[in-house]
């Protein structure tokens, strides 16, 4: 258990924060950059699926019939925060092929840093679903709080968000607002700066994956 309590998990696993670190760098472009987000992404899932119901199946291997086990129950669900939770999505899909992909459009008004919603399609029957919300930045917060009350109001119910880099504050308050949401970390930063950017951060992580600015 960490600071936050019960469901938030910061890895800080080595393979994680050497990409990160990668990341950070002002001199790593789009190119190295969207491959990284896309490696740590996989990185992150395989520690955040590390839970997913399995059942008992039979299987004629070629030696004799065996009892094994798979993944149970409906597909998943992978949902990015557009657009920088984009980047994440290859990543994701590369563990489990078969997921469905659901999208929330947001983004942060620049002068209140509040989202503004403008995009929701999510794969039916969502409710049955296990949902992977993906954004490489969890600020002030707001973009995944808003994220996940949309998901849970069109039925979602078992949901995991993954992020790259937190800031504490962000952590703190998707946590208060959606307790029952498990929280992925990547690296855990500083603080927010006066324009509500993770310090030490990456900058913006959406204009770093698409080129873009
Ligand atoms: C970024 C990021 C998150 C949000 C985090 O998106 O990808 O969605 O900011 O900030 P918050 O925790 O304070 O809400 P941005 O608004 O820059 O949109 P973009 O991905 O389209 O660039
Ligand atoms: N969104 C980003 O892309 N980066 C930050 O540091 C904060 C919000």
Redesign the pocket.
């Given at each position: 258990m960490n600071e936050f309590g019960e469901n938030v998990f910061v890895l800080e696993h080595p393979l994680i924060t050497h990409k990160i670190s990668i990341l950070r760098d002002k001199s790593t472009g789009t190119n190295e950059f969207r491959q990284l987000v896309e490696e740590i992404a996989m990185l992150m899932g395989f520690v955040a699926l590390s839970d997913l119901p399995m059942k008992t199946v039979e299987v004629e291997t070629p030696i004799e019939r065996a009892e094994t086990r798979v993944i149970a129950g409906r597909k998943l669900a992978i949902v990015p925060?557009?657009?920088?939770?984009l980047g994440m999505v290859s990543g994701l899909t590369a563990l489990v092929p078969s997921a469905k992909i659901g999208h929330i459009g947001?983004?942060?008004n620049e002068e209140t840093?509040q989202?503004v919603e403008y995009f929701c399609k999510l794969p039916n029957p969502i409710e049955e679903r296990t949902i992977v919300v993906c954004?490489?930045?969890?600020?002030?917060?707001?973009?995944?709080v808003d994220a996940i009350s949309q998901i849970k109001s069109h039925g979602g119910k078992k949901i995991k968000f993954v992020c790259i880099i937190a800031a504490p504050e962000?952590v703190r308050r998707l946590h208060a607002a959606h307790p029952d949401v498990q929280i992925y970390v990547g690296n855990l930063d500083r603080c927010l700066n006066e324009n509500?950017y993770i310090c030490p951060g990456l900058g913006?992580?959406?204009?770093r994956i698409f080129g873009t600015k």
């Open positions: 925060i557009l657009r920088a939770g947001m983004y942060r840093h989202p954004d490489p930045m969890l600020a002030t917060g707001g973009s995944g962000g509500a913006d992580a959406g204009d």
